[in-house]
């Protein structure tokens, strides 16, 4: 046997992925009719540290999202020095794939450019500081990516629960309009580029109607503003299903695509003041919070999969709004909800397993939407 026939035998079995040999389709295959799907990859998925999970995305998967490499602190670590290294290659991945490349995120209270909003004494920098630093900030990342990028995360998390406005640095330095400034500077930078409002817990009816009244502010002055994320990180109990359902609907209204953004499932029990996806949250560890540590049981299974199939089916009935739904992680191995907001947990949230393989659920969801073509 020459070594041309080893290799194309060796293809042939990297492309005979269960799903395809079952018949069903992967994800891409049939829920990519009606909306792209995605997943947040990490640097070691990019770099070809972890080639399951890269196999996973690619054969999956049509849009990918960096977890990190892209957040202020990471990209623009101190002032004049920015780091490409691990952003440049998730969007050299992308490329390779044919795969959408999403940007995450511009502005952001949390895990910013750490010297952005004081001078190096600790002072506290005045507004029109703030401004410079942020529109050099926004243009040198959005032109380094300009026409290789659909579109940005621009603002992320900028209302509380009960729909007042995040008191963050940049709305205390700059203003409320720190918003508008942020769209108008993406948009210069790259006028092809979509540009979105990101934010979690946005099937609060208070919360839902403030994004509303910014969304629909920011158009009236005439800003590019083409989405708004609903980041989905849901739980067993949370969010209720007619409020997700009907923030769907109102963010639509706004004239603008809906997009969940970051979803996947918390299957653990949550501390008492526990409250949305601020991750500043830190709770004590408390074996109470812990109770799969060798995985589900199969009531927990069954949960799992049954509110995954309830979001899926509220998707496949806005189909025709929702532009984009994807994960926040590949396997549960690597999922940020291991340690939040309890460090040190195990917790089962996407779906590909610790195993690389698909759950179940993965087969029901594609199911759900052949069923209805």
């Known amino acids: 046997m020459n070594k041309n026939t080893i290799v194309s035998i060796f293809g042939a079995l990297m492309a005979f992925t269960p799903s395809a040999a079952e018949g069903h389709g992967t994800l891409k295959d049939v ?7 995605g997943a947040a990859v990490t640097d070691d998925i990019v770099w070809g540290r972890s080639p399951e999970e890269a196999r996973i995305v690619t054969e999956n998967f049509n849009s990918i999202v960096a977890e990190n490499s892209m957040k202020g602190e990471n990209i623009h670590p101190y002032e004049d020095t920015f780091y490409w290294v691990d952003a440049d290659r998730t969007v050299k991945f992308a490329e ?20 952005m909003f004081t001078y190096e004494n600790g002072d506290t920098v005045p507004r029109h500081v703030l401004i410079d630093r942020m529109y050099h900030h926004i243009t040198t990342i959005v032109k380094r990516y300009k026409g290789r990028i659909k579109g940005w995360d621009v603002v992320n998390e900028t209302v509380n ?27 210069e930078a790259d006028p092809d580029a979509e540009l979105y409002i990101n934010d979690y817990s946005t099937a609060k009816p208070q919360k839902r109607a403030t994004i509303c009244k910014i969304v629909r502010q ?33 963010f ?57 199939l309830d979001f899926f089916k509220i998707y496949y009935r806005h189909r025709h709004q929702i532009s984009r739904v994807t994960f926040w992680g590949v396997t549960d191995t690597n999922s940020w909800l291991n340690d939040f907001p309890v460090e040190g ?18 087969k029901k969801i594609i199911e759900l939407f052949k069923e209805q073509q």
């Not at 980041?231 to 299903?241: E, K, V």
């Not at 109470?288 to 995954?308: A, C, S, V």
């Open 218 to 250: 920011l158009k009236a002055n005439g800003c590019r503003v083409d989405g708004i994320g609903m980041q989905s990180h849901n739980g067993t109990d949370y969010p209720d299903l007619k409020e997700y359902e009907a923030s769907i609907d109102s």
């Open 31 to 37: 829920l990519g009719k009606y909306f792209t799907i």
């Open 345 to 362: 947990r195990t917790n089962y949230s996407l779906p590909f397993d610790r195993n690389n393989k698909a759950k179940p659920m993965v």
């Open 96 to 115: 390779d794939h044919k795969l959408e490349m999403i940007g995450h995120c511009l502005v952001w209270h949390s895990q910013p450019p750490k010297w």
């Open 252 to 308: 639509a209204a706004c004239g603008v695509k809906v997009m969940m953004t970051e979803l996947d499932l918390n299957m653990l029990p949550t501390p008492k003041d526990f409250s949305g996806a601020e991750i500043s949250q830190n709770f004590k560890y408390e074996e109470k919070y812990n109770p799969y540590k060798n995985g589900l049981d199969k009531k927990g299974e069954k949960l799992f999969e049954q509110r995954y």
């Open 161 to 187: 629960d009960d729909g007042t406005m995040r008191e963050t640095p940049y709305y205390k330095i700059i203003g409320p309009d720190y918003i508008e400034l942020a769209f108008r500077f993406a948009h």
